[in-house]
């Protein structure tokens, strides 16, 4: 079936500028993740959905950033007033609760 | 505060050799320990998941162990290939929690 996908797969914008990643998980899965992945760093958590219960948003950096998820299906990861140190990739992956996470191919966004 | 550390950062390998892996964990509390794969520029592919009360999984010429009481937790691959070269990815879910850690990653190359 198909895996999790993730748009838009690069994103530029100017420093200062709003930007919305979006995400589709996997059908069924009711566990949604973003993270962050820097240049040479590992994977950062950033917020988990699970079901209609409320979001983990303990990894989100600063109100710069939030994430809503519809439906409980798609997901989007909205961020304000962009900086560069936002520069990074940021990846999705969904889940059945607990189980194996698959992620998506990620979106790369470079803050000029 | 869990951490996650892999070591080593880089390795290199000639085509054939049996290699070890290692990611260490500071919290004990663990509900699960993934390996994943990163090609570059994608995203992560899940190698092996194991469950707190196991201490090891096999997926073809891969084994990895886990050692909660000691935070340790080992890949090793069989026979490398070529087509090994990848950076692999230790990660753990907490216990009673969504929240996953990773660490930074060993950066593999296998040598023709």
């Known amino acids: 079936g198909a895996g999790v996908s993730q748009s838009p797969s690069n994103k530029v914008t100017e420093k200062g500028k709003d930007v919305e990643l979006r995400c589709d998980p996997i059908s069924g899965h009711t566990a949604l993740y973003w993270y962050r992945q820097s240049l040479g760093q590992g994977l950062e958590f950033l917020i988990y959905f699970q079901g209609n219960s409320a979001p983990d948003k303990s990894g989100l950096p600063s109100d710069r950033f939030s994430a809503e998820r519809t439906g409980g299906s798609v997901s989007t990861l909205t961020i304000q007033r962009t900086q560069q140190e936002d520069s990074a990739v940021y990846l999705c992956?969904?889940?059945?609760?607990?189980?194996?996470?698959?992620f998506g191919p990620g979106t790369r966004l470079l803050v000029l | 505060k869990q951490e996650v550390t892999q070591i080593p950062a880089a390795l290199s390998v000639p085509e054939g050799e049996n290699l070890v892996l290692n990611c260490s964990f500071t919290?004990?509390?663990?509900?699960?320990l993934q390996w994943f794969r990163q090609d570059p520029g994608k995203g992560l592919t899940s190698l092996l998941l194991i469950q707190s009360s196991q201490r090891e999984q096999t997926s073809g010429r891969l084994n990895a162990s886990l050692d909660k009481s000691s935070g340790r937790s080992t890949l090793y691959i069989a026979a490398s290939q070529p087509g090994d070269s990848a950076t692999y990815l230790c990660a753990v879910k907490r216990a009673g929690g969504f929240k996953t850690i990773f660490g930074a990653g060993t950066r593999l190359f296998v040598k023709a």
């Open positions: 919290d004990s509390a663990i509900y699960n």
């Open positions: 992956a969904s889940s059945r609760p607990m189980e194996t996470q698959y």
